[in-house]
């Protein structure tokens, strides 16, 4: 519509510019007609609703946004309404602090910069939506209004970094790795297995959100663990004949000097009956920890037993690393048996050593749950770790939930405002430690998609929104990936494939040295 | 000869001969290489899939081959639009030397570009996007001016234009540009118009997450984007020296010869065995089987999950190449051909899990990571069948933007979430009865055990108990068969050849009389003179090729 009237205010100065008399008269005639033409589109366009009919009850919406906290100046949150035969859809905001917005439109399609403008003007408070469809038999309907909560915290970040992968079974396909703006609804990629053919790669993990600092690992043949500082890329062989396999799971000491890793072997077993598809369990697994500075590896015998160390996390003072162990059960035939526990062991950054103690903070076997994939906030207050009926992979568990233990008091809860009956995995804390992503596969029970909550300081915790998209529905439905471990990203993320590209192929590693 | 091809009419005679025997040769020999390519890629009437293939140079082509591909689906319009492509690149081939000053018995020459095309075409993961592209890229050759100056401009306006419509094939038309130039003495559009092209290339890598070699080689010419095939510049280049040079005419008779050598004959059985599976062509499958003997894992596996779908398993089998439980159920391999023809038994059998993982396994081990209309279908069937609805429904709205599988997709979507309805539907009603209920781990150590299940859960199924007494006999294993087969016998009344003559051997190792009633007295004759005949002449009695087909034959001589 914009662009209509753009282009009808060019015209309009063309016509002016005519001047003789019976240049005068065309224009006159021009103007008229063009008025006349601008004033039949726009009551095409937009249409004025005399009298609606009123439906006793919500919107049948997609993405669920009713009754979601959102941050100020996040992406539109779009949506689409999912009522029979709709054709068109009335959307009007009202904000509790000001401010008003209309839509008329095939779905709720909000201007970005409008959109900005009604969230920070209403920061704190809430917007209320009124939402009135329009039938193919031409009648509209009125919907009971529901709210859109706007949460006092920022969320300053850039954005979210993934990993796009075909959900299920062993070939990932074309896996890439991508950042999404969350302020618009721009994705790019930053890292397409099309672009590195054969190369399999994990997450990319950058240091509490920087993205001046992260690491990402090139599994297999061919394979390496890639640390970038401030726009260096170096390329490790973190295996040594002490450690049995390559690094993964990255978590980075506050310091940007210090990253561990699990270096393990992870396998896939699959199910004959029908509610299960897929087992994913480790064949062994050990915590290690590479000294950027140095190339060496830190290994404890403590992180190196004979049972499975794994998703090692850096608490927010750098002093503890939190990590989950289970016993060396006979996978994949005692796959039932794998649970996790949480544990925790101290670390000094000053010397680069390990204490002697492991503390147990949840026993898995006692409690017969698994405790997998801690995250402490940055803000050194909530450590948010997921919880299934086994395994060290949560991801592949129907049953895991979000849990989240108060580090001051030690007590944790189930997230129950943001688990669903299938899939939560992946947490992760944005800077301020205020908002939380998370991937969940509430939606179909395979495709995992990116979820962002907030949490005050009692550790209230809103309901979550799914990452907004400018067509949501065609977005989603055309996503056969799932949005694997999303993170944080303060700000962008460069990261140059071409040279990336080179060294992978060129098979030049730093080889990692064991600290003595 | 010369005179002939004077005439008009008989170039247009040759070219009208030479599209009927390509149209032959596909519709009637090679209608699974065309279903092979349409299987491997799925069009989609889609903003998103069109903007994400035209945004790359080449894709423009692609976009027009692979829309034109999904009719390959139908083998008779695939055969018509592939021998109209050889057509339109001979006719563009002689047009230009006809431009060239070409004539006559030169016609001949002209076929040489689309002959080697045909035998390139023999590998079949050369995409149909390149013969699109060459031929795109002979047209704008065609339409390249003559003129000094409208040859410059053209040449500067349309080589990035080319570039982002065909790819790296504008290479060809830089280098006749280049060739006509030199040979008008033109020399400083000669010199320039190869770097020029060149630099866009080179440029277009410093935007695109490809490395400059792939942009060379084309991001949609080949299936496996980890080989660059060099070797397909041999087309173009010979366009190029025909189009401009003169060549004799019969040196068309290499390529003509070359052909059969381009279609490797195992290669196109496999792909034929697909083929028929994919169209549940049982009975075809065995009589191409009796014709001549499989004898590789996936046409071995293909014959007798034809024979087991006709009920013939148990009475037939050992009349076909047999080598161990491989041929019955190949080991999983994260490969797009062999995953798909594996998946297919399992679905038949009842076993829709492992079905999707190998569906889904197929399709994300397509090299060029596309996505397949064939594989996306039954996906969409698992999961309707498991009642994953949202997933199903996922892949059938993806399936409602094509051609082909639209009403098929539609129709499915209505039974979404309707319980009674799948239960009623003939083929998704009968997989929900023979599934297994209880959730345990695959393992392809322990097929057995899961046929065990699979007729301990549902006694009608028949590929279940024909697979479940067929596998410990290609082990070898008559113990085992036994246990099975009382099993079986317990619940169901079934006794074919097969058993029969397992039991009879069965019991001859023990030193025991056959109960009456379980083997026929023709069989029991039979074993009796296998036995004479074996105790007399050992395993090389040449005697015992009378036996062949039965399973003593195979016990003791295989």
């Known amino acids: 519509m914009r662009n209509s009237i753009f282009k009808y205010c060019i015209i309009l100065n063309a016509v002016k510019n005519l001047d003789s008399t019976k240049q005068m008269l065309s224009r006159s005639f021009a103007s008229l007609w063009m008025t006349m033409t601008l004033l039949f589109i726009l009551s095409a366009c937009t249409e004025q609703i005399k009298q609606a009919e009123p439906i006793n009850r919500l919107p049948h919406i997609y993405p669920d946004y009713i009754g979601v906290t959102i941050p100020a100046g996040i992406a539109p949150l779009n949506f689409q309404v999912l009522e029979p035969s709709i054709e068109k859809v009335d959307i009007q905001i009202t904000g509790s602090q000001g401010g008003e917005l209309h839509v008329q439109d095939q779905w709720a399609n909000f201007d970005i910069k409008d959109w900005h403008e009604l969230t920070e003007a209403n920061r704190g408070g809430s917007l209320n939506i009124k939402v009135q469809a329009k039938g193919k038999e031409g009648k509209w309907q009125a919907y009971k209004d529901f709210k859109i909560y706007i949460s006092p915290y920022p969320l300053d970040d850039f954005g979210l970094t993934y990993r796009r992968i075909q959900p299920g079974y062993e070939v990932g396909g074309n896996i890439g790795i991508y950042q999404r703006d969350i302020h618009t609804f721009e994705e790019t990629a930053l890292m397409q297995e099309s672009a590195v053919p054969g190369r399999c790669f994990n997450c990319h993990t950058p240091n509490r959100t920087n993205p001046e600092t992260f690491t990402l690992q090139v599994r297999g043949e061919g394979g390496g663990t890639l640390v970038q500082k401030n726009g260096v890329q170096t390329w490790y062989n973190t295996k040594t004949d002490q450690t049995k396999a390559a690094g993964s799971y990255a978590s980075w000491h506050p310091d940007g000097r210090y990253c561990a890793y699990a270096a393990n072997a992870v396998h896939q077993s699959f199910f004959v009956g029908k509610d299960r598809n897929i087992e994913v369990y480790h064949s062994f697994s050990n915590i290690v920890v590479l000294d950027t500075q140095t190339g060496e590896l830190i290994v404890s015998p403590l992180l190196n037993t004979n049972a499975l160390e794994i998703f090692p996390a850096f608490s927010a003072d750098g002093k503890t690393l939190y990590f989950s162990t289970s016993e060396n059960c006979n996978v994949p035939a005692e796959y039932e048996k794998v649970k996790c526990s949480l544990c925790a062991i101290s670390f000094d950054a000053t010397t680069g050593t390990f204490g002697h103690q492991v503390d147990t903070l949840l026993h898995g076997p006692a409690t017969d749950k698994s405790y997998i994939q801690a995250r402490p906030s940055y803000d050194g207050r909530w450590l948010m770790f997921c919880r299934a009926e086994r395994s060290n992979f949560p991801v592949s568990q129907k049953e895991s939930d979000l849990w989240l233990m108060d580090l001051q008091t030690g007590k944790f809860r189930s997230l129950d405002e943001v688990n669903s009956p299938r899939t939560e995995s992946y947490p992760n804390w944005s800077s301020n430690s205020h908002w939380f992503v998370f991937s969940s596969k509430s939606e179909d029970g395979l495709h995992s998609h990116a979820y962002l909550a907030s949490i005050d300081e009692e550790g209230k915790v809103t309901k979550p929104f799914l990452l907004p998209q400018e067509n949501p529905l065609k977005y989603y439905r055309n996503m056969f990936d799932s949005f694997n471990c999303p993170d944080f990203t303060s700000s962008q993320v460069e990261f140059d494939i071409r040279t990336a590209r080179e060294n992978l192929f060129s098979n030049e590693r730093v080889q990692v040295k064991i600290k003595e | ?558």
């Not at chain 2, 500067?156 to 006509?180: A, K, M, N, S």
């Open chain 2, 1 to 558: 000869m010369k005179n002939i091809l004077d005439n008009k009419y008989s170039g247009i005679a040759l070219t009208a001969l030479f599209g009927i025997v390509a149209f032959l040769f596909w519709r009637v020999f090679y209608p699974h290489a065309l279903v092979y390519q349409e299987q491997y890629q799925l069009f989609l009437f889609d903003s998103s899939y069109i903007l994400e293939r035209i945004s790359l140079p080449g894709g423009i082509a692609a976009v027009i081959a692979e829309c034109l591909t999904q009719f390959y689906n139908h083998p008779t319009i695939g055969a018509i639009i592939q021998s109209l492509l050889l057509v339109g690149i001979q006719l563009m081939t002689w047009l230009l030397m006809k431009r060239n000053g070409q004539q006559g018995i030169q016609y001949i020459s002209s076929f040489i570009p689309a002959l080697i095309l045909w035998y390139v075409l023999g590998d079949e993961s050369v995409l149909t996007i390149y013969s699109w592209s060459l031929l795109l890229t002979l047209t704008a050759m065609l339409f390249h001016p003559k003129g000094s100056k409208a040859s410059m401009i053209y040449t500067l306006i349309f080589i990035p234009v080319i570039y982002w419509v065909v790819g790296p094939l504008v290479l060809l038309y830089t280098l006749f540009v280049t060739i006509q130039s030199v040979k008008k003495k033109d020399y400083l559009i000669g010199i320039c118009v190869l770097p020029y092209a060149l630099s866009f290339i080179v440029l277009s890598s410093q935007w695109l997450p490809y490395p400059v070699h792939r942009l060379l080689t084309g991001l949609f010419y080949y299936r496996f984007v980890d080989i660059y095939p060099y070797w397909l510049m041999a087309v173009p280049a010979l366009c190029l020296l025909v189009t401009s040079f003169r060549i004799h005419s019969v040196l068309s008779i290499a390529p003509m010869l070359l052909i059969p050598f381009g279609y490797d004959a195992k290669k196109y059985e496999l792909m034929e065995y697909d083929y028929l599976i994919r169209r549940q062509q049982w009975d075809a499958i065995i009589a191409k089987a009796e014709k001549q003997q499989p004898d590789m894992p996936m046409s071995v596996c293909a014959t007798n999950l034809a024979l087991g779908m006709k009920n013939q398993l148990g009475n037939r089998a050992f009349r076909f190449y047999q080598h161990g439980t491989e041929g019955l159920l190949p080991k999983f391999e994260r490969d797009f051909t062999s995953a798909l023809l594996t998946g297919e038994v399992y679905y038949h059998l009842g076993l829709v899990n492992t079905a999707q993982r190998h569906a889904f396994e197929a399709m994300e081990a397509i090299p060029n990571y596309n996505k397949s209309g064939r594989i996306v279908k039954r996906l969409a069937e698992t999961n309707l069948i498991n009642g994953q609805y949202k997933v199903a429904e996922k892949y059938l709205r993806m399936l409602e933007k094509t051609v082909f599988y639209r009403t098929w997709a539609k129709d499915k979507l209505q039974l979404i979430a309707h319980e009674e309805q799948i239960d009623k539907h003939p083929l998704y009603g009968r997989m929900r009865q023979f599934r297994l209920q209880e959730d345990f781990l695959f393992s392809d150590t322990e097929l057995d055990k899961i046929f065990g299940q699979l007729f301990l859960h549902n006694p009608k199924n028949q590929l279940a108990i024909q697979y479940l007494l067929i596998h410990p006999l290609l082990n070898k294993d008559i113990d085992s068969f036994m246990r099975y087969l009382i099993a079986v016998q317990e619940k169901v009344k079934y006794n074919p050849t097969v058993c029969q003559e397992g039991i009879i051997f069965a019991y001859s190792q023990r030193q025991q009389t056959v109960p009456e009633g379980f083997v026929n007295p023709t069989i029991q004759q039979s074993f009796k003179r296998f036995a004479q005949v074996y105790s007399q002449g050992g395993q090389n009695s040449p005697q015992l090729e009378a036996f062949k087909g039965t399973l003593w034959y195979y016990l003791m001589k295989e």
